[in-house]
């Protein structure tokens, strides 16, 4: 049995409506200022027409899905360098067209072999630094490309890199969302002397339509494109992070980087309304966002309405509790027994932590589940919730023959750890520092072992086809951008263009961030059920997303005004 609920509220305001003259029509997508991209052939939804573009022409010579997807992470590499780079981290969920099988990618790299949690206190450091040499795990992005390409693309890593060398020799001009962020980096580049040689001019970021180029970096994705993966881990490259890692005294060596491997995982999914929803599973948060769905699936949210105080107030309440749990219990997959996964996925589980949630009011707070006998769990918990850097790109391609990709890379932090490997160009990630110093708990900094990651691509399936690929990068807000876009489709009937754009909230330690958009009635609502309110900007992510069809294939793609980005097909 649904839930319904509604709770009236007396307006302070009302909101402003415009008046539609005789004859006038109302607008054809209400929630959206873009029309929906739509295309038979190939689509591809990047933060950057850049990469967009260079990955509709490798389909558009006969290549598939994911070859567009490798060759436009590599340009993305290289034009938003605030967010991502050959020194991060990806993660990546696909569909083969011909098998029809559905598998996911962990290409997140491993702490150092030297690093333990003594090491920290021999420093005298309670936490792990949220930048420098310190923060770094090895970089998986490169071995995520050669995998994705080895077993699902039909071009050569040479040719997929092409465009981004081109780029990065050549120059790109810097475009408006990326050069906010630049300019928000600078003291941090200038930390490091490599870093601010490489990515300053006079001391100076960018502005928006500036030129720049980063011939150290091309000649670094040459060497990858002639060599393969063994030049990043075997060959000069890592000999040139391990370098730098020596001398600025970080815990590196080579055979961190000889043993690195991505490996092939199942997705884990819930059922909502009927739609089977994929995410990652653990070391990342994908779990949270199929809990946050399996609260909600028994409240009546259509009737609530669309960003109502009732709506959001349940959102934030589910929110809080899938939160919980992840501080709890989510960390390196070989650390989270299967018995926690299922029990925390379970319908039964959601049930019993529904009973929690107040309806007129927000509780003072949520714990963990109860799982002491198979895990460390609230006074072993580490809080997350203020390491919320979250500087990431996510893509999303499509082609007609069925394969379709839905893929994450990220440095974490702006420009990651802020440290450059001498005359490479490649920006280190600051991973490393999501890891945990606390005992017992399952994100517990160990020789190589995987950090809790941000990272969160997803994809959905209707009657066993697939139906959404998706994702909103952002850090914390990455499960609940998640949520808030798949309620948009399936619960509010929005299409791929609206459910994107339309006004999201974000909860964080700051109290509930709301986009302008939300109405005054909803403000009203959510601060008598006992939330503190915060206007925010750019703390929303950015959303790209193909919607496949299911009667005639057609793809139709949506991209985020929040971003620089493009949705373009053929």
Not at 318 to 337: C, E, H, L, Q, Y
Request: aromatic share 6%; hydrophobic share 40%; no cysteine.
């Amino acid at each position: 049995m649904r839930i319904r609920v509604k709770i009236g509220v007396l307006l302070l305001m009302s909101s402003p409506v415009m008046a539609q003259l005789p004859g006038d029509r109302p607008a054809p997508n209400p929630h959206s200022t873009r029309s929906v991209v739509i295309a038979r052939n190939g689509m591809i939804a990047t933060s950057q027409p850049l990469a967009s573009a260079a990955g509709l022409q490798v389909m558009q010579e006969g290549g598939n899905a994911i070859d567009a997807a490798i060759t436009a992470a590599a340009v993305l590499a290289v034009v938003e360098p605030t967010m991502n780079g050959i020194g991060g981290d990806l993660f990546a969920i696909v569909h083969d067209g011909e098998t029809r099988q559905l598998r996911a990618l962990n290409a997140s790299g491993r702490a150092p072999y030297a690093a333990s949690p003594d090491v920290f206190a021999s420093k005298s450091l309670e936490s792990i630094p949220d930048s420098g040499i310190l923060s770094v795990s090895v970089p998986g992005v490169v071995d995520g490309w050669v995998e994705l390409l080895r077993h699902h693309g039909t071009i050569s890593l040479e040719r997929a890199l092409t465009p981004a060398i081109n780029y990065a020799r050549n120059g790109f001009p810097v475009s408006e969302v990326v050069a906010h962020q630049w300019e928000d980096s600078t003291q941090k580049l200038m930390r490091d002397p490599v870093a601010a040689s490489t990515f300053l001019h006079n001391g100076r970021a960018p502005r928006t339509g500036e030129v720049f180029s980063n011939p150290t970096l091309a000649r670094s994705l040459e060497l990858i494109a002639t060599e393969g993966r063994d030049a990043f881990y075997g060959g000069p490259l890592a000999e040139a992070i391990v370098e730098t890692s020596r001398q600025q005294n970080g815990l590196f060596a080579m055979k961190d980087f000889l043993d690195h491997r991505s490996d092939w995982v199942d997705p884990i999914s819930t059922n909502y309304r009927g739609y089977e929803v994929y995410e990652m599973p653990p070391n990342t948060q994908g779990i949270t966002a199929l809990q946050m769905l399996n609260l909600l699936e028994d409240y009546d949210l259509q009737t609530l309405g669309h960003n109502s105080a009732e709506y959001l107030h349940l959102v934030v309440e589910a929110k809080r509790i899938a939160f919980a749990d992840r501080n709890a219990f989510i960390g390196d997959p070989d650390s989270v027994p299967q018995a926690v996964l299922s029990t925390l996925l379970s319908k039964n589980y959601a049930a019993l932590r529904r009973k929690e949630i107040k309806l007129d009011y927000r509780a003072d707070s949520y714990k963990p589940a109860n799982l002491s006998d198979q895990i460390a769990t609230a006074e072993g918990h580490q809080d997350l919730s203020g390491r919320d850097l979250g500087d990431t790109i996510y893509m999303t391609a499509a082609d007609g023959d069925g394969n379709v990709i839905s893929l994450i890379q990220s440095l974490f932090g702006n420009f990651g750890s802020g440290v450059v490997a001498a005359d490479t160009g490649i920006v280190l990630q600051n991973r490393g520092s999501l890891f945990s110093l606390k005992k017992e708990h399952p994100n517990l900094l160990s020789p190589h072992k995987r950090p809790f990651h941000t990272l969160v691509p997803a994809m959905v399936f209707s009657n066993n086809r697939p139906w959404l690929s998706f994702g909103v990068m952002g850090g914390d807000m990455q499960p609940q951008g998640h949520v808030q876009v798949l309620l948009n489709l399936i619960d509010f009937g929005m299409n791929i263009q609206e459910a994107g754009e339309a006004a999201r909230i974000r909860h964080s330690p700051l109290g509930v961030l709301l986009e302008s958009a939300i109405t005054a009635e909803a403000r009203w609502g959510l601060q008598q059920r006992g939330h503190r309110l915060r206007n925010s900007i750019g703390a929303f992510g950015g959303f790209q997303g193909i919607l496949i069809d299911p009667a005639t294939g057609v793809l139709m793609g949506g991209s985020d005004p929040r971003k620089d980005g493009l949705a373009i097909g053929f």
